[in-house]
């Protein structure tokens, strides 16, 4: 039965049912390679070696559906930036650390993280179909995480001890990597558990790899006791098109309350047209912008900080443009609080 956490997944497992394959076959053929994702876009091969180096600290990776969405020949381009490696990585930069938001200090059990009441979070997975430059757990050590079965154990122990934990995130790494076989049994696992009400999805799997909005997924996540909560992540327009709207459209359809996360990102989405597009989109398909993240201190992301000071006049100008709903809370995560903290204005 708890088969689902025993090990880190390998998507390309062979034992998937034949209506996985789309998915599968879509994270297969995710670019990795800097020279082949340069040559797609037709950009010029000067970035090719501060992107190799910047790659052996954490690799690129980027569907193809993704890259779909990018503006050919332009270096510039906002979803670009998001996965191309660059040389700013390799500087350090004070203040900047391998673990931004206390992670380990809140860690309870293996894959176990509670930080906040009512809630905690499971890192099922380390592995993502995407890697996102900016990201807060680039350093994480997801190798001291539970791999075989028995691992688990202290994690559900806790779980079933703590009456105050009404709702289970599943976080990574992106919990969507695992097969629907392993989300069900996990799922499974939860609702066995009386006091957890509320399963709550955080993934970039429905922005960046939209194949993976199957029928059975939603069924899966539709088919359980457990309230269902979808946080997906995007931070520009730009990536709400095509197949990604359409598997936002499905979620929400499906019944699912869809959230959804951006990280203000200096030259990505730090200027008001841009995320009140990014709003607009959202509602469009019917998802609730939910937080505007200020960027975590995370070593090798120093270039994508916007100060908090813009963070604060970009939210005072969506009030003036967007409906209340619209308008995310603008949050950073502070070591120790007891809640994400809303940034204000100095
Ligand atoms: C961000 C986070 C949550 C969720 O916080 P919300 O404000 O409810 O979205 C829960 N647990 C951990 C460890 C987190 O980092
Ligand atoms: S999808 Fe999320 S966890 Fe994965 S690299 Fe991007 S920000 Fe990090």
């Not at 309870?108 to 890697?131: D, W």
């Amino acid at each position: 039965m708890l088969t689902v956490l025993s090990s880190f997944d390998d998507p390309l497992s062979k034992n998937n049912p034949q209506s996985l394959r789309t998915w599968h076959d879509s994270l297969a053929e995710s670019i990795r390679d800097p020279e082949v994702l340069l040559a797609k876009l037709g950009l010029p091969p000067e970035y090719l070696a501060p992107a190799r180096a910047a790659a052996q600290l954490f690799p690129l990776r980027v569907p193809l559906s993704f890259v779909a969405r990018m503006q050919a020949g332009d270096p510039n381009d906002p979803l670009l930036r998001q996965v191309l490696p660059i040389q700013h990585e390799l500087q350090a930069t004070a203040g900047f650390t391998t673990d931004a938001v206390g992670d380990c200090s809140s860690r309870r059990a293996p894959g176990l993280l509670h930080k906040y009441h009512g809630r905690a979070l499971l890192i099922v997975t380390g592995s993502c179909a995407v890697h996102c430059r900016y990201c807060f757990r680039r350093h994480y050590p997801y190798e001291s995480e539970p791999r075989r079965l028995d691992d688990w154990k202290p994690a559900w122990d806790l779980l079933e001890a703590d009456q105050s934990i009404h709702e289970v995130l599943l976080s990574g790494g992106d919990p969507m990597m695992l097969t629907d076989g392993r989300l069900k049994a996990l799922i499974e696992r939860l609702a066995e558990i009386p006091h957890v009400k509320r399963l709550r999805i955080h993934s970039r799997l429905p922005i960046v790899l939209p194949d993976r909005i199957t029928a059975p997924l939603l069924e899966l996540l539709t088919g359980t006791r457990l309230t269902p909560i979808m946080v997906v992540h995007a931070n520009h327009p730009q990536e709400i098109v095509n197949d990604c709207d359409e598997a936002l459209r499905k979620l929400v359809r499906a019944g699912i309350t869809t959230l959804n996360q951006t990280v203000l990102l200096q030259g990505i989405n730090d200027r008001v047209e841009t995320l009140e597009n990014l709003s607009e989109r959202l509602i469009d398909t019917g998802v609730i912008p939910y937080y505007l993240h200020q960027l975590d201190r995370v070593d090798g992301a120093a270039h994508f900080e916007v100060s908090t000071a813009t963070g604060c006049e970009l939210i005072k100008q969506l009030q003036k443009r967007l409906p209340g709903y619209a308008v995310p809370r603008y949050v950073q995560e502070i070591e120790g609080a007891a809640h994400k903290i809303g940034v204000e204005a100095d």
